[in-house]
């Protein structure tokens, strides 16, 4: 069984509400991510940005903001919709997707650290998709919570976040709960059968 955060979020019931608004914030960045994941293979992109002046506006100050703000430009390229799983023990498998993943190693000046960059809405601590993005990283590498910290960005608005191991064991209690309540047997309901009372039986003719 394969669970993504969308599936997290319907198991621990997450008001409709708060997912709409994170799905409506989400919507404008997603013509972004497909013109960075062009740029990344090379492809042109210029035709896009002339096409679309409001696109153009968010391609140039997301390409300031991310790198100046992230400093590790020099330290190779950003993962662009990276994914990531995790087989568990008891064989269900849970994935993320990461818009822009920054890695860095440890050198003798700076302690290794790990930006996750997302496009669009606010960092939501209610839903799973940012909660599961964060908890995925320590469990699929040896970056500790403390080295990794979460961007959302939008062309407004710009909220980081800071993972840490506190929260990494909160997000564990909860999964464990959730998973377990997922593996429990539902109780078969079985029909009732409704008898005819003495006076709908008619009586039969021999």
Same mark, same amino acid.
């Given at each position: ?111 290794? /650290? $790990? &930006?996750?960059w @997302? *496009? ?13 993005? +964060?908890? #995925? ?7 500790e919570?403390?080295a ?23 997000? /564990? $209690? &909860?999964?464990? @709960? *959730? ?13 009732? +059968?409704? #008898? ?11």
């Amino acid at each position: 069984m394969r669970l993504s955060a969308a599936q997290l979020d319907l198991l621990s019931g997450v008001p409709p509400s708060a997912l709409e608004q994170l799905d409506t914030d989400a919507d404008p960045s997603r013509g972004l991510l497909l013109l960075l994941q062009q740029q990344e293979l090379g492809l042109p992109v210029a035709n896009f940005l002339v096409a679309d002046v409001l696109l153009c506006q968010w391609f140039q100050a997301f390409q300031v903001q991310a790198f100046q703000t992230v400093g590790l430009a020099g330290q190779g390229e950003p993962l662009l919709n990276h994914k990531r799983s995790l087989k568990r023990a008891d064989g269900i498998w849970l994935s993320a997707s990461y818009d822009l993943l920054f890695l860095s190693e440890r050198s003798e000046l700076e302690a290794e /650290q $790990v &930006e996750i960059w @997302r *496009l669009g809405g606010p960092v939501s601590v209610q839903s799973w998709r940012d909660r599961l993005a +964060l908890y #995925l990283l320590p469990e699929t590498s040896a970056y500790e919570p403390e080295a990794i910290r979460l961007t959302v960005w939008s062309p407004t608005h710009t909220q980081t976040h800071c993972y840490s191991r506190a929260a990494h064991q909160q997000t /564990q $209690v &909860e999964l464990e @709960r *959730l998973l377990q309540r997922l593996q429990q047997p539902q109780p078969v309901e079985s029909e009732v +059968l409704e #008898l005819p009372t003495l006076a709908e039986i008619q009586e039969i003719p021999l």
